[in-house]
């Protein structure tokens, strides 16, 4: 193995740190409107705020975004990095998760004030496998307009995830790296898990009553 091809093992996982932690929501909401999304609504960075505190036209940016922060590094990881080493089987899923925490805990943030990684997530899947991530997707969008809660439509694609990919792959690896990220978007839903359970949870659109 060349020196190069160690620098890009060891580089493109922080790389796709960095890339993750973009927090396309603010900057998208600071550049075009004279909000800072972490004092509108939930606080958060992500689509669904930006949504409901900026409009469609920004939050729709903001989730291509998201989700293209986490494709990206991934693409390159599968399709540049080249080694016969059995390792590096595991090797754009390290990626994955490389850029994935870069959402939850950008760096720029001090590792705080992160999104719940949904859309970052469906980026890396769509790359790692394509009929996955479009099965998470069509659940994602059959729950959010049946329910009217993103909250519970990112939930239960996420729960979809792991098991689509297990019969899109039978890859146990794979699998494993699925169901760690879809706990970690449990844990970053907990209070809106919460607030579901208590049926206080605001709709997307529309009534506000479940």
């Not at 870069?102 to 720029?108: A, R």
């Not at 978007?185 to 479940?210: C, M, T, Y």
Request: charged share 10%; with cysteine.
């Amino acid at each position: 193995m060349t020196i190069i091809e160690i620098l890009t093992y060891i580089g493109l996982p922080f790389l796709a740190f960095l890339a993750g932690s973009i927090p396309f929501g603010l900057v998208l909401t600071t550049v075009f409107s004279d909000l800072d999304i972490r004092t509108q609504g939930s606080g958060n960075i992500g689509a669904t705020n930006v949504l409901r505190s900026a409009g469609v036209k920004l939050a729709l940016m903001t989730l291509f975004l998201d989700a293209l922060k986490g494709a990206l590094p991934v693409c390159l990881a599968v399709y540049w990095v080249k080694s016969p080493e059995s390792w590096v089987n595991a090797y754009p899923f390290l990626v994955a998760i490389a850029a994935f925490l870069g959402h939850l805990y950008p760096i720029y943030f001090r590792l705080r004030g992160g999104g719940k990684g949904v859309a970052t997530a469906w980026g890396c899947f769509l790359a790692l496998s394509p009929v996955s991530a479009l099965t998470a997707l069509l659940v994602f969008v059959m729950v959010v307009v049946m329910f009217k809660r993103v909250s519970l439509a990112s939930l239960s694609a996420a729960a979809i995830l792991p098991i689509s990919i297990w019969f899109a792959t039978h890859a146990l690896l794979v699998t494993l790296f699925a169901t760690v990220i879809t706990l970690l978007i449990v844990h970053r839903h907990r209070q809106n898990i919460v607030r579901l359970l208590q049926r206080k949870e605001p709709a997307i659109w529309g009534s506000q009553k479940r």
